[in-house]
């Protein structure tokens, strides 16, 4: 299973929003509607941020948004705060019953 | 409140085997699978396994298949990944995450286990 790819990096000022594309295959992203998104920040463990492709867990700030269209899923994150720095990585369930993450993109806030 | 609490960190040499647990509290571990991610330093993060603690049934990644092998102990709500003949590329962070029964996402991570690799 190859990884879902991701850009390398991203970086918006603060107030800005960038939005960060996922791209898949017909047999996970496409397959389904099961995309979650990640942040980690350096030395921690990854935190949910968007599940279900769109989905907000609770206490995540309704800054951060997601979509999906064909085998590309994306996530938004608008008035970009210092806070928002991080790496985050898209991932998907797929048609073999396994999971499989993106290559993961760092954010940098101007 | 929920937590998955992992075994600290381990060396070892190539060629070996490594155990790392993963104790959940806070929740009820036989209704929630446990999946294992690495992160090697500086990379993604990598799927490697999953594991239903009522069956202890098991699906492993296809690229690990044959050296992961994932278990449970319900009476003290603790899965455990062991991983063998290591190689230096094994070399990596090791996380559990939960996934409730009809989720398809992690909601709970461990804190994370360093495995180091050296000769």
């Known amino acids: 299973q190859s990884a879902l790819t991701q850009p390398a990096s991203a970086s918006g000022s603060p107030g800005q929003s960038i939005t960060i594309s996922c791209t898949g295959t017909?047999?996970?992203?496409?397959?389904?509607?099961?995309v979650s998104w990640y942040q980690q920040h350096p030395g921690k463990a990854p935190k949910l941020m968007i599940y279900d492709v769109s989905n907000r867990p609770s206490g995540v700030s309704n800054r951060f948004s997601g979509s999906k269209s064909g085998n590309t899923a994306s996530l938004t994150i608008s008035g970009l705060q210092a806070e928002d720095e991080a790496d985050y990585y898209c991932?998907?369930?797929?048609?073999?019953?396994?999971?499989?993450f993106g290559g993961g993109t760092k954010l940098t806030v101007l | 409140q929920v937590q998955l609490v992992q075994s600290g960190a381990e060396v070892k040499n190539p060629g070996a085997s490594v155990k790392i647990s993963c104790k959940g509290s806070g929740y009820t571990f036989t209704s929630n699978s446990l999946h294992w991610v690495r992160q090697a330093p500086g990379q993604r993060l990598e799927w490697m396994g999953w594991?239903?603690?009522?069956?202890?049934?098991?699906k492993y990644s296809q690229k690990l298949q044959g050296r992961v092998s994932i278990t449970r102990e319900t009476s003290t709500s603790t899965a455990y990944m062991e991983l063998s003949s290591l190689t230096f590329e094994d070399a990596a962070v090791y996380y559990c995450a939960r996934r409730v029964r009809g989720n398809y996402h992690f909601d709970f991570w461990g804190q994370g286990t360093l495995v180091t690799v050296s000769s």
């Open positions: 017909s047999s996970d992203v496409g397959a389904y509607n099961f």
């Open positions: 594991i239903n603690p009522v069956s202890g049934d098991t």
């Open positions: 991932s998907s369930y797929t048609s073999s019953i396994t999971w499989v």
